[in-house]
């Protein structure tokens, strides 16, 4: 069942959002997978995924809360799915990581700190999880000779104004970094940067139905200026198993997706209810930005991502280079605002339709 649902709704974010990010793909039939942060919304639709697709030998879910582990395993149910394995830990202590990590074959690292105003708050805590969590994670990998690590990153990391993006650009260095310092025989180390998840939780979209539910007679705009990229959970999967496959060492992997203003969005959402503008929040940007200008002179492009490569890493520029990819032109960013794709109100709204009955 889980299967079909997942085979249907990939079908309807393709139709609306065009690329899948299907291919290449690595093949997870007989390994172990570890991902951190396995019971939120990435880490489930990762694991649905991975059951429907592949035979895996094991798939450990770490996360912290026991509750949601607990929930999850109603669903995907360990009798039912004999490689799973729920893991309570947490990403700052790197002994409970190191000992998760044993004979782990790739590691998908999608536990961070994610709402903006509390990382704001809440300073020393973010940092611990996504600056000191993704070392742990470098660590204890490098240590248990995993062989493939994938980090998911944030558009906010990219010329950040807030701690949250400002710690998750320090995780992508980290991340990048790694290639180097786990040596010839080390994890190939990657990042994947994206955007916002239609629907995911803590997301406007699911705020603006609330809102609607309650009996709104109108809705939040902060400013009617304002764009975000967006992807959908599917995409995102398939975004990350790709870059799995795809990876030279040190990349980080950003798809290209479109971008839509939060007034359309509002819009689609609610098409009778007016908007009120209550300004920028703090930490906020009126548009987010993928792959800054100054990451333009190291970052090739291929047909449906570009490729932000370490800096001086001239060889791994060549082999990308050979394998079909293209430098982007000089002054090359790419932002929500400037972004040539697209998705306008109608087109989200048959997204988000779509979704409501797959």
């Known amino acids: 069942?889980?299967?079909?649902?997942?085979?249907?709704?990939?079908?309807?974010?393709?139709?609306?959002?065009?690329?899948?990010?299907?291919?290449?793909?690595?093949?997870?039939?007989?390994?172990?997978?570890?991902?951190?942060?396995?019971?939120?919304?990435?880490?489930?639709?990762?694991?649905?995924?991975?059951?429907a697709e592949y035979t895996p030998r094991k798939i450990i879910?770490?996360?912290?809360?026991?509750?949601?582990?607990?929930?999850?395993?109603?669903?995907?149910?360990?009798?039912?799915?004999?490689?799973?394995?729920?893991?309570?830990?947490?990403?700052?202590?790197?002994?409970?990581?190191?000992?998760?990590?044993r004979?782990?074959?790739?590691?998908?690292?999608?536990?961070a700190l994610k709402h903006v105003p509390i990382a704001e708050y809440n300073p020393f805590e973010c940092i611990k999880t996504n600056v000191m969590g993704a070392q742990n994670v470098v660590t204890a990998a490098i240590k248990r000779g995993v062989k493939?690590?994938?980090?998911?990153?944030?558009?906010?990391?990219?010329?950040?104004?807030?701690?949250?993006g400002a710690s998750k650009l320090a995780s992508d260095k980290i991340f990048t970094a790694a290639q180097a310092m786990g040596g010839r025989n080390g994890p190939?180390?990657?990042?994947?940067?994206?955007?916002?998840?239609?629907?995911?939780?803590?997301?406007?979209?699911?705020?603006?139905k609330k809102l609607l539910a309650e009996g709104a007679d109108h809705l939040p705009i902060t400013d009617e200026r304002m764009t975000r990229f967006w992807i959908t959970l599917p995409q995102g999967v398939?975004?990350?198993?790709?870059?799995?496959?795809?990876?030279?060492?040190?990349?980080i992997f950003v798809p290209k997706i479109p971008s839509m203003s939060t007034v359309d969005l509002a819009r689609s959402i609610a098409p009778e209810l007016p908007h009120k503008v209550i300004g920028i929040r703090p930490?906020?940007?009126?548009?987010?930005?993928?792959?800054?200008?100054?990451?333009?002179?190291?970052?090739?492009?291929?047909?449906?991502?570009?490729v932000i490569l370490p800096a001086h890493e001239h060889q791994l520029a060549e082999a990308w280079t050979a394998d079909g990819a293209s430098m982007v032109p000089e002054g090359f960013a790419y932002a929500s605002n400037t972004n040539p794709e697209r998705l306008d109100a109608r087109a989200l709204q048959g997204l988000l339709q779509a979704r409501l009955t797959a």
């Open 238 to 251: 398939n975004f990350v198993l790709s870059a799995l496959a795809m990876a030279k060492g040190g990349e």
């Open 61 to 101: 879910i770490f996360s912290r809360d026991e509750l949601k582990q607990y929930e999850m395993a109603q669903r995907f149910s360990p009798a039912e799915h004999p490689c799973l394995r729920y893991f309570i830990g947490d990403v700052r202590d790197e002994a409970r990581l190191d000992m998760a990590m």
């Open 188 to 208: 190939t180390f990657s990042v994947v940067r994206y955007g916002n998840v239609v629907g995911s939780r803590g997301s406007v979209v699911p705020f603006f």
């Open 283 to 306: 930490g906020e940007k009126l548009h987010e930005v993928m792959v800054p200008e100054d990451d333009a002179r190291s970052t090739v492009e291929l047909e449906d991502r570009y």
């Open 1 to 51: 069942m889980a299967a079909s649902s997942a085979s249907k709704s990939d079908g309807i974010d393709s139709l609306f959002l065009g690329r899948d990010f299907s291919e290449p793909r690595m093949n997870l039939d007989g390994k172990t997978v570890l991902i951190t942060g396995g019971t939120g919304s990435f880490g489930t639709r990762f694991v649905e995924t991975v059951l």
């Open 148 to 164: 493939h690590v994938c980090a998911l990153s944030t558009d906010k990391a990219a010329s950040p104004i807030n701690l949250y």
């Open 103 to 111: 004979d782990v074959d790739v590691v998908v690292h999608a536990a």
